[in-house]
């Protein structure tokens, strides 16, 4: 059966029975995780006359992502459990079933299943699984949905789809597929540039900066390896932009950076290295005390119990990237 066939089906299964839908992202949603979701809230909208709703159970921290939902007018809602029962079937983007990284009540049915990471110990289930662990964005995957229609996608949807495709293959300069650059560049036509920039570009708080110096002046090498500790991080998002800084440093080729969120370790993982598969690292780093996943050059997760759990963490980081720890060096020092 064809893509297309298969979303058909979908489409008539909901359509006339006008079922309640809700579109859930995983617990502090991305840009990419962001558009794919409103990309789908478009699909229902057009193909079967129906208005899902967005929802996540976390926060939207980083800056960037809460213009983004504002200047695009992106329909996202933070969840609340009670709000769930009313929903008929729910669909899930860049997360899945049987993750802790989203708040998909085990007893409803899954429709669709959108997704692009490593994820084992998934439990996938439903009457659309995609998952494509080849594709950079699961934006590009929902692009495609569009495209299957042929509907015509709006400037704010278009600048989100490609705010998403960008920031998950950083411009297509990582882990992207010819999916992501052909609708990065289709897409690229139809941006609102102006909003584009507001969101790339925004004021930033003084936690960031906050954040940025417990970061630097935390930071330890390695031979070619840095690991930095944000402490109580402002948000959980500083870690995956704190790694994706300190990759850039001359010399680094893999960074760890994690930092402590309302009780919980979050950590990202950035290599410049080919053949590293840092999704499947961060799964096991993560095992039996949190959750992790992601791609080749980038992964990611949560821990859970830090107090107990965060030596268990690096212990294993430090075992898998043959470190030593007493040779591990301070960064910085102070201004010479």
């Not at 802790?100 to 084992?120: Q, R």
């Not at 010399?251 to 950035?270: C, P, T, W």
């Not at 095992?287 to 119990?305: A, F, L, P």
Request: with cysteine; aromatic share 12%; proline share 3%.
């Amino acid at each position: 059966m064809s893509l297309k066939d298969e979303l058909t089906s979908v489409i008539e299964k909901v359509k006339d029975k006008k079922k309640k839908i809700c579109i859930l992202t995983h617990t502090n949603p991305d840009p990419d995780a962001i558009a794919s979701a409103y990309g789908l809230w478009y699909f229902f909208k057009e193909t079967a006359g129906i208005e899902a709703t967005i929802y996540y159970d976390g926060i939207i921290g980083r800056i960037n992502n809460r213009i983004m939902v504002d200047l695009l007018d992106i329909p996202i809602k933070k969840a609340r459990k009670d709000y769930l029962k009313k929903f008929d079937y729910f669909c899930l983007v860049d997360t899945q079933p049987g993750k802790k990284n989203n708040c998909l009540p085990t007893y409803k049915k899954v429709l669709i299943v959108i997704d692009h990471h490593f994820e084992e110990g998934a439990e996938n289930k439903g009457d659309l699984i995609d998952i494509r662990e080849n594709v950079g964005s699961t934006a590009a995957i929902v692009c495609q949905y569009l495209e299957e229609f042929e509907i015509e996608v709006p400037e704010n949807l278009a600048t989100a789809l490609f705010y998403g495709i960008k920031t998950d293959t950083d411009g297509l300069l990582r882990d992207y597929s010819s999916l992501d650059e052909k609708y990065y560049k289709k897409l690229f036509l139809n941006v609102d540039y102006k909003k584009l920039h507001k969101i790339e570009y925004p004021e930033l708080p003084k936690e960031y900066f906050f954040d940025f110096a417990d970061a630097i002046t935390s930071a330890r090498i390695f031979k070619d390896i840095l690991i930095a500790d944000l402490g109580e991080a402002f948000v959980p998002d500083m870690t995956g932009e704190m790694a994706d800084y300190f990759l850039r440093m001359e010399g680094v080729s893999l960074v760890l950076v994690y930092g402590v969120f309302k009780d919980m370790l979050y950590f990202s993982i950035r290599t410049k290295k080919r053949g590293k598969t840092l999704g499947k690292v961060s799964y096991e780093l993560a095992e039996g005390i949190g959750s992790g996943g992601g791609h080749n050059k980038t992964g990611g997760g949560v821990v859970q119990h830090p107090e107990k759990n965060k030596d268990i963490f690096l212990d294993r980081f430090y075992k898998k990237f043959s470190i030593e720890k007493e040779k591990l060096t301070t960064f910085y020092t102070g201004m010479k």
